[in-house]
């Protein structure tokens, strides 16, 4: 079945630990995105890419790095997580721009 | 930056009421989207608008995109049980870098059977 895939499901990580969030699109989407979820206060954008080769940063993205050396792969890196980061982070791919965006099952990261 | 705001943050109805949620932005957006997530789950598309004063409709919902371009709301009549979740907008504001979808904070919806 063609989707978004995200892994892990749920992660319990250090602090001061480094970690790669997985997120893989099958459906040949030129757009990807990375959001955290935090309560109250909704999605909010962390790195985007608009294509295979390109990132930028969204509104919340210190702490955090992204790459995108192909289509299907949007990784996002921790560095050095801090319990701030705790939250539950959803991958979204989207054809183009300005199209309907297609979220992952997210990944539940609890930093202690 | 762009700012999308959401109200009311929480909503409990009673089965067979109505229910509205508003969304606000700061700017002047190309086009808004709206989501539903569902407790536990992730954020699913329902529909997007993108003409000044546009109405659409599914079913028991319906979508408002304001003649400024900078508020929508979505409505549903009649609510049932299976509507429960949390509602998001989601701003698009057109810049040269590409799309940059913006949030609201979502509104909650609980429906009492």
């Known amino acids: 079945i063609a989707g978004i895939t995200q892994a892990p499901t749920s992660q319990i990580l250090a602090a001061g630990r480094r970690m790669t969030l997985r997120c893989t699109q099958d459906m040949r989407h030129n757009a990807m995105y990375w959001y955290r979820q935090d309560l109250g206060l909704g999605l909010r954008l962390i790195h985007y890419s608009n294509t295979a080769g390109t990132t930028g940063k969204g509104e919340v993205p210190d702490g955090y790095s992204v790459s995108r050396a192909n289509t299907d792969d949007f990784p996002l890196t921790l560095a050095s997580a801090v319990p701030s980061q705790t939250s539950v982070y959803f991958c979204?791919?989207?054809?183009?721009?300005?199209?309907?965006?297609?979220f992952g099952q997210g990944t539940r990261l609890t930093v202690v | 930056g762009q700012q999308v705001m959401q109200i009311p943050q929480y909503q409990h109805v009673q089965e067979g009421e109505d229910f509205t949620t508003y969304c606000n932005s700061s700017t002047t957006l190309s086009n808004i989207q709206w989501y539903k997530q569902r407790p536990g789950g992730h954020p699913v598309f329902l529909i997007q608008l993108v003409k000044s004063g546009e109405v659409k409709k599914q079913k028991r919902l319906t979508f408002q995109f304001g003649e400024a371009k900078k508020n929508s709301s979505l409505h549903i009549t009649a609510t049932q049980t299976t509507d429960v979740g949390t509602y998001f907008c989601a701003g698009d504001e057109w810049e040269t870098s590409g799309s940059r979808l913006t949030f609201g904070e979502g509104t909650q919806l609980t429906v009492n059977p």
């Open positions: 979204a791919s989207s054809d183009s721009i300005h199209t309907e965006a297609f």
